[in-house]
């Protein structure tokens, strides 16, 4: 399977603590995304990366958020001193412009977060 | 910004067909997407259409009209395994990223 991994698919924390999750994009996609889902709500958009990048990042975002993917294949998005209110759904996508016109993006199986 | 309206929750019986509408105000146009989300999984992709017109791909058809800023998802032949929220998602005009909808939940009956 070739799809888009994510790691871990659980994660439970106690308030103030810090968290990371990981995200292995399709191989060939040069472009990955993070978003952040809660119960009946669409994906929110976090931020994005081209190739190693980061070109763009939601206001919405605090400064506890901070996201990498250094060599421009894996990423990790790490969550600094948790609140109750970032317990969501974490979910990962990647696409290619190069190869895919419509730049559809593809999505990871997500990590749920709940925070204590 | 952008905005996506879709309707939160449909239910329909098993065999028939459902549309599902979505709507939008963007700055721009570059294409939309309809996602498939079953509960507690992550969105699969079922369409693209960026020129007016209906997109078939078997019991799953999309229709895009960009100058009323419409779109919609249309099911034949409705199975139970089709119970699932359907995510309208659009791309604005430029380099803007994809705005999703709060998504439509289906509920398929027999």
């Known amino acids: 399977d070739t799809g888009v991994s994510q790691d871990p698919r659980h994660k439970i924390t106690k308030r103030g603590q810090n968290v990371t999750f990981r995200c292995d994009p399709i191989?060939?996609?040069?472009?990955l995304y993070w978003y952040r889902q809660t119960l009946g709500q669409g994906p929110e958009f976090l931020t994005y990366?081209?190739?190693?990048?980061?070109?763009?990042k939601s206001r919405l975002l605090s400064d506890r958020f901070s996201a990498e993917r250094p060599k421009g294949s894996f990423s990790t998005l790490e969550i600094q001193r948790t609140e109750q209110g970032d317990s969501a759904m974490y979910l990962c996508?990647?696409?290619?412009?190069?190869?895919?016109?419509?730049?559809?993006?593809?999505f990871g199986p997500g990590t749920r977060l709940t925070v204590l | 910004g952008q905005n996506i309206d879709q309707p939160t929750e449909m239910t329909a019986t098993e065999g028939a067909i459902v549309q599902i509408n979505c709507t939008y105000q963007?700055?721009?146009?570059?294409?939309l997407f309809w996602y498939q989300q079953h509960a507690g999984e992550a969105p699969t992709f079922l369409s693209y259409?960026?020129?007016?017109g209906l997109e078939e791909k078997g019991r799953f058809s999309s229709f895009l009209s960009r100058s009323k800023g419409y779109s919609y998802l249309l099911l034949k032949e409705l199975q139970m395994k089709d119970s699932a929220s359907y995510l309208c998602?659009?791309?604005?005009?430029?380099?803007?990223?994809?705005?999703f909808g709060t998504g439509t939940k289906l509920q398929v009956i027999p």
């Open positions: 996508a990647s696409s290619s412009f190069e190869a895919d016109s419509t730049d559809t993006q593809y």
């Open positions: 963007t700055s721009g146009f570059n294409g």
């Open positions: 191989s060939e996609h040069n472009r």
């Open positions: 259409n960026v020129l007016d």
């Open positions: 998602a659009v791309i604005p005009g430029g380099y803007q990223k994809v705005t």
């Open positions: 990366f081209q190739n190693e990048a980061q070109l763009e």
